[in-house]
């Protein structure tokens, strides 16, 4: 069974850091891409970085320059590294993982506030 989790988040001020963890356990299924998503309340998930089976990253507009994504191919993990966070990056942060078949996590919080 494929299991996806996703550890890391919390509340910090505008302009502080947070790193998202992800860890696929694939069941023994190749994972091809991994990415991060995000849905602020009362908004539509959005794609906040991408890595694809090549390890391609990218990223949305909105965090260019401020978030880095890193992948351990080996581990099946993926990383987000959030910086000079943002109150409009806000909201529930998940991990999606291409297995053939897209797999999501439960998802995380992410606050940035005063």
């Known amino acids: 069974q494929v299991h996806v989790v996703e550890s890391g988040g919390g509340s910090v001020q505008p302009g502080g850091s947070l790193r998202l963890s992800c860890v696929v356990s694939?069941?023994?299924?190749?994972?091809?891409?991994m990415g991060w998503y995000r849905q602020a309340p009362g908004q539509q998930r959005e794609q906040v970085a991408w890595s694809t089976a090549g390890n391609t990253i990218t990223y949305a507009d909105s965090v260019k320059g401020r978030f880095a994504l890193s992948r351990d191919m080996d581990k099946n993990t993926l990383y987000l590294q959030m910086n000079n966070l943002k109150p409009e990056d806000t909201g529930v942060y998940y991990c999606?993982?291409?297995?053939?078949?897209?797999?999501w996590g439960q998802g995380i919080q992410v606050t940035v506030s005063p």
């Open positions: 999606k993982a291409d297995l053939g078949i897209y797999h």
């Open positions: 694939s069941a023994g299924f190749p994972v091809y891409g």
